[in-house]
């Protein structure tokens, strides 16, 4: 997905959860997120806070601590392989 369009999904929830109490709307936001986002957005929601992305709204930086960080991305079949061995004969 585009970093914008991830930014502008993520905003749209806080948005949304901005009209209830502050630590609601945290939490809600956070719940919404891990039930909704597939771990593939949520890794690279990440990525990008990582990354020092602008345009969070505030309410999704501070609701990012109780969002699910989803395992690291699988490694293709044979990509093992390919990789050099780190054991030293």
């Keep these: 997905m585009s970093p914008d369009k991830l930014i502008y999904q ?42 020092g992305a602008k345009g969070f709204d505030v309410l999704v930086l501070e609701a990012a601590p109780a969002i699910k960080r989803p395992p690291p991305a699988e490694v293709p079949p044979g990509a093992a392989e390919a990789r050099p061995s780190s054991s030293h004969h």
């Design 10 to 51: 993520a905003n749209q929830i806080a948005t949304f959860f901005r009209s209830k109490p502050h630590a609601e709307g945290v939490a809600g936001l956070a719940d919404h997120i891990n039930k909704f986002w597939e771990p593939r957005m949520r890794r690279q929601f990440f990525e990008m806070i990582a990354d």
